[in-house]
């Protein structure tokens, strides 16, 4: 069972550069807020950061389609600015500006609501949403 472990760690470590090359990386700003996060997607696994001049989110998820959303990314989001509160945001996709998002939080791992949506505007195309001042994930909940 070692020699497999070990055999599947070297062969992980020896995809890391061919990995690399395959995702694809976006950014995006969620209209009327500052957050502008930037997102590294490989096939169907995505991770992001946010901008830190605004607010220091991060997560993981997956790209799949969910019932009463389509195809999305559905990602678990964790700042420090906000302990005690775990995030799920969904964003549509493929990522184009004008799509939508919706966040959630649960602070108990029993109960979930939605706290916010709005569309997303991708970095770098003519068309912007209005930026705003506040990060959607330090708001008071």
Known sequence: MK????LAAAAL???GGTAA???KTSVISLDGHCDVITLNVDKSLVTGA???????????GMIGKVKGFGKSIVAGVQTPNA???????QISYPLVTGGGWNLYITT?????????????????SAARGVKGTTSVFTRQH
């Open 21 to 23: 090359a395959k995702t």
């Open 108 to 124: 108990d791992g029993v109960s979930i609501q939605q706290i916010e949506s709005g569309t997303y505007t991708v970095e770098g």
């Open 50 to 60: 946010g901008d830190p001049n605004c607010a220091t989110e991060y997560g993981a």
């Open 3 to 6: 020699t497999y472990l070990a």
């Open 13 to 15: 470590l020896a995809m």
């Open 83 to 89: 302990p005690g509160a775990q995030f799920v945001l």
